[in-house]
């Protein structure tokens, strides 16, 4: 099926790529060969779906991406027209571009095919990023140039509780907001605090009240990683959510309430009533670190959990929860800037140990994620993210009822970045001897094929439970098509 426009014309091949990623490279060589101009308009989505005999929202993830990229250009009530952007003028020449097509190919040859729940910044607004940017450091703050500001950009710090009232309903101030190198760098600094604290006690009574850390189980590897040097314990997940654990003298529970990692179950009202009449007595002392990794990403309504800082309403229980959120997960994964929310109580406490440690969260860039979000551009690419992941979660969906159902079970997740696979108890119980998900991740590993496991996520890998984690955020259609193949045929052949 062929549409002419002007000295362009759009071949879909139904063996290939899928149509929009056809679509795609089709305009990006024509501007590239100079088929399509600057300025050149583009048939609607609507026209050019029923020319090619394809369905709209094909045309129209095609158009998406390429705005989002800055090679086309929306202008209200007259169409979308050919960019200016400079990268792909008629000055690259077709040569270039075959140069770089060959180095692409070479790099993906060269990399693992892996289910990413990572970030697809192939779709990121990098003309919107680069005008904050630009517009950001016209007219610097001599105080950010001289290293002020410890705790964050005093207009990212208004952004973030501006974001975090409107899109999450969770009230604070630009004050509580204190400004970090990501998750990891923020449980680094939270540790210290809370350690700091317990120093500045009496010795006698602080030998008495060691920190018990409560950790979900399963949970994110890493976490266990940075507070391998403290008393953990673990924390059972049920179909309620985090449940409560028995009481320590001091005890920091880090949990994922809105959807847990890797399970992906929220917490129910009664669960979370529990947590907070927990926090609130006074026989033990408890301090709650909420973990918000990717609740932008809700695809059927709205996240209807409230966050335990909002829901506290005892000032007992609002004094002891810390919130932490990362744009590590919403812009780009090397950005590495993530954020603290501390209750005013602790917000010293905080300071000092922010101060101890340095901080480590570049300043420099910070202004420009704040023209970002001000200015409207981080809103927007949120929401067309929240529409392309959403087709991607579809699509994987689709694959795995097409490929997998006989072995594994799942649940359509709501939100997230990732969809957990279980295997069925008739296929555990073929292979009794073995850790299952490890066995084939090791063996498929040889096969260029790499699957995150269920059981890695637990402490005790032999009464864990099984699966793999099947992140469809990054990866491409054509990448988690191959990895779903793999497995496949690997259940096929030892089944």
Known sequence: MK???GSLRFSLDEDGAPYYQQLITQIQQGIVSGELSVGDKLPSTRFLAESLGVSRSTTSRAYDQLLAEGVLISKEKRGVFVSSLPMVGRRKSSLDGKRTSQFKSQRQQAKKLSFDAGVDVSVFPTKEWATSMRRSWLNPDLDLLQGGYPTGYPDLKEAIVDYLYRVRGLECTAEQIIVTAGNRDSLILLQHAITSLLESQPSETAKKRAVTWWLESPTYPPMREVLSQNNIHNIAIDEDGTCLPEDAAINVGIITPNRQYPLGTNISSKRRQEWLQKLQQSSSEWWLVEDDYDNEFVYQGRSDVPFMQTASIHETARDRVFFVGSFSKVLFRGLRL??????LKHLDLVRQSQSTLGSSSSLPIQPAVADFMLQGSF???????RRHYRIKRDFLLALLDDKLSEWFDWKKP????????????DVLSAFPETCLDARIASELRLRNACFFTLSSHYVDQASSRQGFLLGFSESSESTMSKLVGELENWLRNSL
């Not at 993530?338 to 209750?343: L, M, N, S, T, Y």
């Not at 809103?379 to 993210?385: G, W």
């Not at 709501?414 to 108890?425: S, W």
């Open 3 to 5: 549409y002419a426009m």
């Open 414 to 425: 709501r939100g997230g970045m990732h969809i957990l696979i279980e295997f069925k108890a």
């Open 379 to 385: 809103d927007r690419h949120i929401n067309r993210m």
């Open 338 to 343: 993530g954020f603290i929310v501390a209750p």
